[in-house]
């Protein structure tokens, strides 16, 4: 069993920057992901890396502007949001998996977190 834990969000200027933490209890030899969901919209793939951190993959609208860098020593997960806009606001969610193959799905995950909000004012 893994517990994920997010931290970090909060009220941001559109343009500033904000980072998100996610803490795996137990093992660190998981896949992880970032998952975001707005009011009245479906979840959405943020950003995802391999357990090796060997690779990252992210979601169209975050590309160039968003990282996830991982410290398996920490067993921490991190989403670097740079040059946010408006719609970047959302819930975002930690999610861990071991079954993970395109990261972009949700049910390939595993394990959730409770969610943290991030809201991105004009």
């Known amino acids: 069993q893994v517990q994920l834990v997010e931290s970090g969000g909060g009220l941001v200027q559109a343009g500033g920057s904000l980072r998100l933490s996610c803490v795996a209890s137990g093992s660190s030899s998981y896949a992880m992901g970032w998952f975001r969901q707005a009011p009245g919209k479906e979840r959405e793939f943020v950003a995802g890396?391999?357990?090796?951190?060997?690779?990252?993959y992210y979601g169209d609208s975050v590309k160039g502007r968003f990282t996830i860098p991982r410290d398996n020593a920490k067993n921490t997960v991190y989403l670097p949001m740079n040059s946010v806009k408006f719609e970047d606001t959302a819930v975002y969610y930690c999610a861990a998996g071991r079954g993970v193959a395109s990261f972009r799905v949700d049910h390939e995950y595993d394990y959730w977190g409770q969610g943290t909000q991030v809201t991105v004012s004009s």
């Open positions: 890396i391999r357990w090796s951190g060997s690779t990252n």
